[in-house]
Each structure stands twice: as C-alpha cells, then as structure tokens.
C-alpha cells in the first residue's frame, strides 16, 4: 500500500504565507500525477493545484499567482508554497496521488489521499 502525510499545517495572519509537504511511502510503486485539494466547512473538495511528472502544475483560479506547487527530485513529494494567504483559503488541505502498484506482470492504479493538514487564516 501506498501512504500520503502532509505537514506544514497551521494558523497564520491573512498575508502571511505557508508551506505544505507531502511525502508518498510504501513499496513497489510508482505515482504519475500529485496534487492539493482543500475543503472548507460545508464546502465540496476542490483541486487547488494539480501537477504530473513531467509536466507544468494546473492552477484553480483562486490560487494562481499566490500558490506554487512543485514536486520534489524524488517525485513521491509534493509541495504547496501559500503566499498572500487570504481567510476563505481557510480549509484541510488534502494531498491526493494517482498511484500505480507493481503487481507483476501488471500494474494496478490507485488514487491515494493523505489524513489532510489545516490552515487557518485569520483576518
């Protein structure tokens, strides 16, 4: 199996900044894509920022030009830098991965989510 933690969690004045981490454990696996989402109270999931591999990450609108997400040199990390952080990013911070499992001779995918971290922004 294939485990997410996050860290970085925490409260923080509106403006301040945050830096969420999440690091992928486990064995025989290999993740294509990593990415944020968050949840507020009484509010549906929503994608925050979402990046592949290779690839550029995908930004909501409501996090582009205050948040970058990167992943590390090991790609089973992931990070969220928070800049200008405003009260209504006030949610749990989930980490997400699509993972795909060597079980020879195929590959098995599973989405994964971490427990979730909190931010709290206060005005």
């Known amino acids: 199996q294939v485990q997410l933690v996050e860290s970085g969690g925490g409260l923080v004045q509106a403006g301040g900044s945050l830096r969420l981490s999440c690091a992928a454990s486990?064995?025989?696996?290999?993740?294509?894509?990593m990415g944020w989402y968050r949840q507020a109270p009484g509010q549906q999931r929503e994608m925050v920022a979402a990046?592949?591999?290779?690839?550029?990450?995908n930004y909501a609108d409501s996090a582009k030009g205050r948040f970058v997400s990167s992943r590390g040199n090991t790609k089973n990390t992931v990070y969220l830098q928070m800049d200008s952080l405003k009260p209504e990013d006030t949610a749990v911070y989930y980490c997400?991965?699509?993972?795909?499992?060597?079980?020879?001779?195929?590959?098995?995918?599973?989405?994964?989510w971490g427990q979730g971290t909190l931010v709290t922004v206060s005005s």
């Open positions: 997400n991965a699509d993972t795909w499992l060597r079980e020879p001779p195929q590959y098995r995918y599973l989405e994964v």
């Open positions: 486990g064995s025989n696996f290999s993740i294509s894509a």
């Open positions: 990046i592949t591999s290779g690839g550029s990450p």
